[in-house]
């Protein structure tokens, strides 16, 4: 008997090592973690969304404004707010990033368009409109950094040995996380030269 104890103990300490009971809990609070701050990054991105109809309606009353690029804003929105996703798998959440860079890049057209206009960035309005547009902005920034440090936390718990192969038995996958848009890198061009001459 006694030569059984020391097995029995190394066995236990194995299995309180690996406690496959511990690690499912953990898994489940972490990711419970990734969902709540992916959470907060969609609701950054729908208060956006509930912003652009109130700059288009003001944007509208511009005289000879450029429909093209009003239009290229009310599609980016639709587009962009028609998406549920799983941040668990790669292409939704790759989609779901395109829509949401394509809804960034037609506001930054829109905004530098509405420079031509003295007359609407004038107005009160549409002053409010923007700070609110730039706080946004601001916030998303803010909701993605919390995502991703969030996810990284999770994502490292998850793949570690041992929890790794719980996580694999328990379906427990990588979030994924946001990365800058392309062409990020490259410095903007900044040309104030008016077009018409």
């Not at 410095?187 to 900044?190: A, D, F, H, I, K």
């Given at each position: 008997m006694k030569k059984f104890t020391p097995i029995i103990i190394v066995l236990v300490l194995i299995f309180l090592w690996i406690n496959p009971f511990g690690k499912f809990n953990s898994m489940v609070t972490l990711d419970e973690g990734v969902q709540t701050e992916w959470a907060q990054v969609e609701n950054q991105y729908q208060r956006r969304a509930d912003l652009i109809p109130n700059l288009v309606e003001t944007v509208k009353?511009?005289?000879n404004f450029e429909k093209d690029t009003l239009t290229q804003v009310i599609e980016a929105?639709?587009?962009?707010?028609?998406?549920?996703?799983n941040v668990q798998d790669a292409e939704e959440f790759a989609q779901f990033q395109k829509q949401q860079t394509g809804i960034s890049s037609a506001m930054s057209r829109l905004m530098v368009v509405m420079e031509k206009y003295p007359q609407l960035t004038a107005t009160k309005e549409f002053g409010e409109l923007r700070v609110q547009l730039e706080g946004t902005e601001n916030r998303i920034s803010t909701a993605r950094d919390r995502y991703n440090e969030t996810a990284k936390g999770y994502n490292i718990y998850v793949r570690q040995f041992p929890n790794n192969l719980w996580a694999g038995m328990?379906?427990?996958k990588k979030a994924n996380l946001f990365e800058s848009s392309e062409g990020s890198d490259a410095?903007?061009?900044?040309d104030f030269s008016d077009e018409k001459e």
């Open positions: 009353g511009a005289a929105r639709a587009n962009a707010t028609k998406t549920n996703i328990f379906k427990f410095v903007p061009t900044v």
